[in-house]
């Protein structure tokens, strides 16, 4: 056993490095251990750690022998989560039992730490004590967010080590599959979770409350700011749209505004009847039950379907186009200009029910001050997901007005439906787009009228470098119940959360790696090194200078809950904590977001394609027959030009967005596929490419080709990695590669291949393109004569890449057999 070898876990880890990335020497094992290597064999090494168990005090007593700076169970767990990041950055990042003890070891240091804030939190005697037990509590807040959301990424990696184990796929596994290995960290986290919604919904507000105002009763989210009543204090007038019985949801937004607000707020409310006349009961409420909250507040009332400038300017939209209330809102929002009173020279639009403003609103109101004359309207990039947000806009009405934005708008519309004609047309977010991020390409000589805002005016929480992000499905049900951003620090502070090097580590893991001189664990590591120590992410060089990216741990002062991200219940929680007290609250005030996208889990679990269908797609498979089987097809493609790249396309039946393409070829090296309008516009996937030295995912728009034109006109990247699917097949065998692509209906696109996944957001275009029309499937190659089998699953589906039976995979190898090397 190791511990016979050496005395301690320390020196295990010092004489057991992975030679590729540094010596036993230069890592500090002492000369006398050199020589017994021996003791690092993998088994020995799972043994010792596996002693450890769940790090209780009698097991560390137990297997770190005391070497006299261990002086007590937190230094323990300090030497042990130390080592254990060593041991995973320099001898082996696919350690199980590592993981499990850094993890471990991580969250049982955060939770004793908030132990002694609540202790202190009790015993506080004195109000002027809250400001330094406010900045502990904050830091601990931090901390426990991070630990927790590395019992997380353990909950991944398990899933990637036992579906490595398996040689399966990790989309093919069920959480329950993991839960039992997965349990002993399950209860640390629940036990860490009950304790960060302590610090995060009640100990931290109400040390704020008592910082801002010692002689205050403590915190409550009816209290709200303190209001400027000075003669020269600015008015900030807001712009929010109300259809149906959205306003007691959508009012969350408004109600996080005025927790923070030093001003008085002009609303001006976008709405149908129904939409108008819910808004004005929901204030009137909230004024009988909580005056303080509105006071100074102002409600204008605007129904845009009866506005006579907004009726013109829809008559002048493309014919054809189909609208139903929310397209006209969101549409008459981004025209605010034609519908607002004459008065209004500026106003800040936000969207309800997705957002929560957690500074002065007037901080943000100050913008339009640096906007350049140029500027009608400022917005954030969404880097996450590609593309500019209109969930925040600063609308310069004034100017929009001089300018004359509405043509500018509707000349937008007509140059995009002609280019590719959509039935519902634009909206205020892909207008915005058009006219900021594709002005060059159509011909637009002024300067963009589009300021993009400082990162910290719409904050998304993603963290989507960690595979299965935003499926709640591939996680444990108690997980799923309590899982949120690790930047959420409390109920007022969110900041942007920055992956460092174990992240990194623990989430590529399992991603394959070209065979290269340097081994998976030295090249992992230099990258995890490199981008873990980042202090900036989502950069964008449309924002000024000085303010290009998020700085890591900066303060949000919006957060975007976008989409289906709302599906997590603690995200849910969070929106809930800011809902305003009324009477009666509307039932599942979620789920009928404006915004929201459910991917369809119980879509997953459909069979597509019956028995019979299976044979006779591994059977045309075999041969190289060129069919179609529904949603499935065999196809044959012969090898482009060197400068060319020359498709095969296949309708499949009824293949549309969110879908998942599940691909097998004989191409090993420079695999196109392209899903999308015919075989010149989509989303273009390059798997093992020899310019790209890797994966690439990149979105195309293009005319068909002609003679005398060239068809790709734009080629956008999205994303690309340094590596393609590991193909293994036995002498004299066939070898086939295995990948997939999903679509989701957010614009989230995710390629997997055997050994992990990767992927990232559509920008605005091309989503709503393919959104709106039946996709074609095509693919090609530079590598020679090859065989493909596709088949198209509703989004999620959970069939492996060919969607074999093993009666099918039979038949299969009867028809190689006979068909032996001929030629169909």
């Known amino acids: 056993m190791a511990v016979q070898c050496f005395p301690s876990l320390a020196l295990l880890v010092a004489c057991c490095p992975d030679t590729s990335v540094v010596s036993p020497e230069v890592h500090g094992c002492p000369e006398e251990f050199l020589a017994m290597r021996g003791c690092c064999q993998p088994e020995i090494t799972s043994t010792v750690l596996k002693a450890l168990g769940t790090l209780a005090p009698e097991e560390m007593a137990y297997a770190l022998p005391s070497e006299g700076n261990l002086g007590g169970y937190r230094d323990g767990l300090l030497a042990i989560h130390s080592l254990m990041r060593t041991f995973l950055l320099d001898s082996d990042l696919l350690k199980l039992e590592a993981w499990r003890l850094y993890s471990l070891a991580y969250a049982r240091l955060a939770i004793m730490s908030v132990d002694s804030i609540k202790d202190r939190y009790v015993d506080m005697q004195k109000v002027q004590d809250s400001q330094l037990l406010l900045r502990e509590a904050t830091a601990c807040s931090r901390a426990l967010g991070k630990a927790l959301f590395r019992l997380e990424n353990f909950h991944v990696f398990l899933l990637g080590h036992t579906a490595a184990a398996r040689r399966t796929r990790m989309q093919d596994l069920h959480s329950s599959e993991i839960a039992e290995a997965f349990q002993p960290a399950l209860e640390l986290y629940e036990l860490g979770m009950n304790s960060f919604d302590l610090l995060a919904y009640s100990i931290i507000p109400n040390l704020e409350a008592m910082s801002r105002d010692p002689t205050g009763a403590g915190f409550s989210l009816?209290?709200?700011?303190?209001?400027?009543?000075?003669?020269?204090?600015?008015?900030?007038?807001?712009?929010?749209?109300?259809?149906?019985?959205?306003?007691?949801?959508?009012?969350?937004?408004?109600?996080?505004?005025?927790?923070?607000?030093?001003?008085?707020?002009?609303?001006?409310?976008?709405?149908?009847?129904?939409?108008?006349?819910?808004?004005?009961?929901?204030?009137?409420?909230?004024?009988?039950?909580?005056?303080?909250m509105l006071d100074s507040v102002s409600f204008v009332y605007?129904?845009?379907?009866?506005?006579?400038?907004?009726?013109?300017?829809?008559?002048?939209?493309?014919?054809?186009?189909?609208?139903?209330?929310?397209?006209?809102?969101?549409?008459?929002?981004?025209?605010?200009?034609?519908?607002?009173?004459?008065?209004?020279?500026?106003?800040?639009?936000?969207?309800?029910?997705?957002?929560?403003?957690?500074?002065?609103?007037?901080?943000?109101?100050?913008?339009?001050?640096?906007?350049?004359?140029?500027?009608?309207?400022?917005?954030?990039?969404?880097?996450?997901?590609?593309?500019?947000?209109?969930?925040?806009?600063?609308?310069?009405v004034a100017r929009m007005r001089r300018h004359g934005f509405a043509q500018e708008t509707l000349r937008a519309v007509a140059d995009m439906q002609r280019k590719n004609h959509d039935a519902s047309c634009l909206r205020d977010q892909s207008i915005i787009n058009i006219l900021h991020s594709f002005r060059e390409e159509f011909g637009y000589p002024e300067p963009s009228p589009v300021m993009i805002l400082p990162c910290r005016w719409s904050v998304f929480p993603t963290t989507e470098w960690l595979s299965y992000w935003n499926s709640p499905e591939m996680w444990l049900p108690q997980l799923r119940e309590k899982r949120r951003y690790p930047g959420i620090v409390?109920?007022?502070?969110?900041?942007?959360?920055?992956?460092?090097?174990?992240?990194?580590?623990?989430?590529?893991?399992?991603?394959?790696?070209?065979?290269?001189?340097?081994?998976?664990?030295?090249?992992?590591?230099?990258?995890?090194?490199?981008?873990?120590?980042?202090?900036?992410?989502?950069c964008s060089p449309e924002r000024r200078a000085g303010e290009r990216c998020c700085r890591c741990g900066e303060k949000a002062a919006v957060l975007h809950v976008a989409g289906d991200m709302k599906n997590w219940p603690s995200m849910q929680a969070l929106l809930r904590a800011y809902m305003p007290p009324f009477k009666e609250l509307p039932p599942n005030h979620f789920a009928d977001a404006l915004s929201k996208v459910w991917t369809g889990g119980d879509q997953r679990l459909q069979e597509i394609l019956s028995q019979t269908n299976d044979e006779a797609l591994v059977a045309a498979k075999a041969l190289g027959i060129q069919a179609v089987f529904g949603s499935c097809a065999t196809l044959r493609c012969k090898a482009s030009p060197p400068e060319q790249l020359n498709y095969v396309s296949v309708q499949l039946r009824k293949v549309f967005v969110p879908c998942l393409l599940e691909v097998e070829t004989t191409a090993l090296r420079d695999t196109h596929l392209l899903l999308g309008i015919g075989a010149h516009s989509g989303v273009e996937l390059v798997v093992n490419g020899r310019a790209e030295k890797g994966s690439c995912l990149r979105w195309v728009r293009s005319s068909p080709a002609t003679s005398d034109s060239t068809a790709w006109t734009l080629r956008r990247e999205i994303m690309c990695v340094p590596f393609g699917p590991k193909v293994e097949a036995a002498e004299g065998v066939e070898a086939w590669m295995r990948f997939s692509l999903k679509i989701g209906a957010d614009g989230l696109v995710v390629v997997s291949f055997p050994e992990g996944e990767w992927g990232n957001f559509l920008p605005e275009e091309p989503l709503a393109i393919m959104l709106q029309n039946e996709l074609t499937v095509s693919v090609g190659t530079f590598y020679g004569d090859t065989k493909w089998a596709v088949c198209m699953r509703p989004h999620g589906d959970a069939k492996e890449a060919a969607g074999l039976t093993q009666e099918a995979q039979a038949t299969a190898d009867f028809v190689k057999t006979a068909a032996g090397n001929r030629q169909v």
């Open 490 to 538: 409390s109920v007022n502070r969110v900041e942007v959360f920055c992956p460092d090097e174990m992240d990194l580590l623990s989430s590529w893991a399992f991603l394959p790696l070209s065979a290269v001189e340097e081994t998976k664990q030295a090249r992992l590591r230099v990258y995890a090194l490199y981008e873990g120590h980042k202090t900036e992410r989502y």
């Open 222 to 292: 009816r209290e709200g700011a303190k209001l400027n009543r000075s003669a020269g204090s600015q008015e900030v007038q807001l712009l929010v749209v109300s259809l149906g019985a959205w306003a007691k949801t959508g009012f969350l937004t408004i109600w996080s505004v005025l927790q923070h607000r030093s001003t008085p707020l002009r609303i001006f409310v976008l709405g149908d009847e129904d939409g108008l006349g819910h808004w004005r009961a929901a204030a009137e409420e909230l004024q009988a039950q909580e005056r303080r």
């Open 302 to 396: 605007i129904d845009f379907e009866n506005h006579p400038a907004f009726r013109e300017y829809l008559a002048q939209y493309p014919k054809g186009c189909s609208f139903g209330a929310a397209g006209k809102a969101i549409l008459a929002r981004v025209v605010c200009h034609l519908v607002l009173p004459e008065e209004v020279a500026q106003v800040i639009s936000l969207d309800l029910g997705d957002l929560l403003v957690l500074e002065d609103i007037s901080n943000l109101w100050q913008l339009f001050q640096t906007m350049e004359e140029h500027h009608l309207l400022a917005a954030p990039h969404a880097v996450a997901l590609s593309h500019v947000n209109a969930g925040v806009v600063l609308y310069h």
